[in-house]
């Protein structure tokens, strides 16, 4: 993914054109996906982001403000882009960064397959744990997964590894979600995507869920960079539905929820 990088001063943005990653940690991070100048809960994001640094770093609080409130200035008007911040341990302490990144194309479905591990260590914090995730989709996709589908020893769903679970069990004419109990991050996808269910009179229901539950389900999986993917096939796994005129509805409904960064910033 080409990309830019910048650390943040206390004051301004400088770009850096390379760094060690051996020297570096990443404590916090959050993306969202950018287009022509709008994101879908921005505000939600930030707030998330913020929240974590407040909580896992020693980033100061005047610090943390300064670099919100420049934020805005980096993100391109124009164009699809995924941007990254993120809280960075070096060997001078927990900085502040912004990732440019160009976002890939739009993809409505994926293929999913289980994880061979649980490698999380935290969570319910995004960040610390991101190389680990990314090595349960590598492990996956010589089953021609997209996707790696986190499990409890029990095989109850929990979470993608980049992305929140919502379950369109069989007959069923509202969504599942993943218990708050269950320890996962709180996708913002997934709580915008609440919202509309409600908005529009469809009942959430917030209940464990087997993986042999999906068998004749429809499974979404959702995330701040494709909003909606319906699971087509999940290795070794289920047979599951798909009903695509249902999800472009919803992906609709989501997309109309994007605000221009300068409403938020």
């Given at each position: 993914?080409?990309?830019?990088?910048?650390?943040?001063?206390?004051?301004?943005?400088?770009?850096?054109?390379?760094?060690?990653?051996?020297?570096?940690?990443?404590?916090?991070?959050?993306?969202?996906?950018?287009?022509?100048?709008?994101?879908?809960?921005?505000?939600?994001?930030?707030?998330?982001?913020?929240?974590?640094?407040?909580?896992?770093?020693?980033?100061?609080?005047?610090?943390?403000?300064?670099?919100?409130?420049?934020?805005?200035?980096?993100?391109?008007?124009?164009?699809?882009?995924?941007?990254?911040?993120?809280?960075?341990?070096?060997?001078?302490?927990?900085?502040?960064?912004?990732?440019?990144?160009?976002?890939?194309?739009?993809?409505?479905?994926?293929?999913?397959?289980?994880?061979?591990?649980?490698?999380?260590?935290?969570p319910q914090v995004k960040g610390?744990?991101?190389?680990?995730?990314?090595?349960?989709?590598?492990?996956?996709?010589?089953?021609?997964?997209?996707?790696?589908?986190?499990?409890?020893?029990?095989?109850?769903?929990?979470?993608?590894?980049y992305s929140s679970l919502m379950?369109?069990?069989?007959?069923?004419?509202?969504?599942?979600?993943?218990?708050?109990?269950?320890?996962?991050?709180?996708g913002v996808t997934e709580a915008?995507?609440?919202?509309?269910?409600?908005?529009?009179?469809?009942?959430?229901?917030?209940?464990?869920?087997?993986?042999?539950?999906?068998?004749?389900?429809?499974?979404?999986?959702?995330?701040?960079?494709?909003?909606?993917?319906?699971?087509?096939?999940?290795?070794?796994?289920?047979?599951?539905?798909?009903?695509?005129?249902?999800?472009?509805?919803?992906?609709?409904?989501?997309?109309?929820?994007?605000?221009?960064?300068?409403?938020?910033?």
């Amino acid at each position: 993914m080409s990309q830019n990088l910048y650390q943040f001063s206390g004051t301004e943005f400088a770009r850096i054109d390379w760094c060690d990653p051996a020297r570096q940690t990443t404590l916090v991070a959050d993306s969202f996906r950018l287009e022509d100048g709008e994101v879908v809960a921005l505000e939600r994001h930030l707030r998330r982001f913020s929240d974590s640094v407040a909580a896992t770093t020693d980033v100061s609080a005047e610090t943390l403000e300064a670099f919100l409130a420049r934020l805005g200035q980096m993100f391109p008007s124009v164009g699809s882009w995924f941007p990254r911040i993120e809280a960075v341990e070096t060997p001078g302490g927990a900085t502040l960064r912004y990732r440019e990144r160009l976002a890939p194309a739009w993809n409505s479905e994926v293929v999913v397959a289980r994880a061979p591990s649980d490698p999380r260590r935290f969570p319910q914090v995004k960040g610390p744990d991101l190389e680990a995730l990314m090595a349960l989709r590598t492990a996956v996709a010589p089953l021609g997964a997209g996707e790696a589908i986190i499990t409890t020893d029990q095989d109850y769903l929990v979470e993608g590894a980049y992305s929140s679970l919502m379950v369109w069990l069989p007959g069923a004419a509202h969504p599942t979600v993943i218990p708050s109990a269950t320890a996962h991050l709180p996708g913002v996808t997934e709580a915008v995507l609440t919202d509309i269910a409600l908005d529009t009179g469809v009942p959430v229901n917030e209940a464990d869920v087997r993986v042999d539950d999906l068998e004749g389900a429809e499974l979404w999986i959702v995330s701040a960079l494709q909003g909606i993917r319906i699971a087509t096939a999940f290795c070794d796994g289920p047979a599951l539905v798909s009903h695509p005129h249902r999800r472009d509805q919803w992906q609709d409904l989501w997309r109309k929820k994007s605000r221009s960064v300068q409403e938020v910033l």
